[in-house]
């Protein structure tokens, strides 16, 4: 799977757009960009994935660059329950059957985003 | 939305102990279940990767022989640390995709954390 890179950590203020940063410059045509995030002591929460198209949806909306190369997660309005680590992931889209191991999650560092009253 | 439920959230016991955790999906077959570890502030390690009726595939690294894993029904994964000692103590999290079309999102549990004295 392909390596993203994130920033270790950012802040936002309470009311205000979070923009989470992601690169993937490796990522091949047949991979998705997801979003988790984890709030302390909590399992992963999934936000939000793509191919290659923009999309939205309650949670967020996710902004994938034309060579796919970058996204951008954006939390419109930040708020205090925001505050979580949030890990973005590029996985290889395996065909049916691939049999175990086709659909794990490599998670890296993350960005820790601190949402600020 | 896709609900996984883990059970316990916390265990607590002694050395030489076998602890069992398990994993439901409650409103959705899940073919595929992940079982994680997380130490304190690292991230996600994938451990194990179970198909239902099969046996589970393992990274390398995890004993397979220590971390039982069972995958019986397409509802219901466990996670069985047999043995445990006080290294094993960590943050265990189980996830769950819907079928086996590609790009499905993992859903995860809300995690158990094992301490072993």
């Known amino acids: 799977d392909a390596k993203t890179t994130q920033p270790p950590s950012m802040d936002c203020a309470e009311g205000r757009a979070a923009n989470l940063p992601c690169n993937h410059s490796?990522?091949?045509?047949?991979?998705?960009v997801y979003w988790y995030r984890q709030i302390h002591s909590q399992g992963p929460q999934y936000i939000i994935h793509?191919?290659?198209n923009n999309e939205t949806n309650e949670m967020a909306s996710l902004i994938i660059t034309e060579d796919r190369k970058s996204s951008t997660l954006i939390l419109p309005h930040a708020t205090l329950r925001d505050t979580a680590v949030y890990y973005c992931?590029?996985?290889?889209?395996?065909?049916?059957?691939?049999?175990?191991?086709?659909?794990?999650?490599?998670f890296g560092k993350g960005t820790k985003l601190s949402v600020i009253p | 939305g896709a609900v996984v439920s883990q059970h316990p959230s916390r265990v607590i016991c002694k050395s030489g102990t076998s602890v069992k955790i398990e994993c439901r999906s409650l409103?959705?077959?899940?073919?595929?279940m992940f079982w994680y570890r997380q130490f304190p502030k690292k991230s996600l390690m994938l451990m194990a990767t179970?198909?239902?009726?099969?046996?589970?595939?393992?990274e390398q690294g995890v004993e397979k022989d220590k971390f039982l894993i069972n995958h019986a029904s397409l509802t219901l994964s466990t996670l069985t640390v047999t043995s445990a000692h006080p290294e094993d103590s960590s943050f265990y999290i189980c996830?769950?995709?819907?079928?086996?079309?590609?790009?499905?999102?993992?859903?995860f549990g809300d995690g158990t954390r094992l301490s072993i004295l």
């Open positions: 996830s769950a995709t819907i079928g086996r079309a590609g790009g499905q999102p993992q859903h």
């Open positions: 490796t990522i091949s045509g047949n991979e998705y």
């Open positions: 793509g191919l290659k």
């Open positions: 992931i590029v996985r290889v889209l395996y065909p049916l059957y691939s049999g175990a191991g086709s659909y794990q999650l490599t």
């Open positions: 409103d959705f077959q899940a073919t595929t």
């Open positions: 179970s198909n239902e009726g099969s046996k589970a595939t393992y």
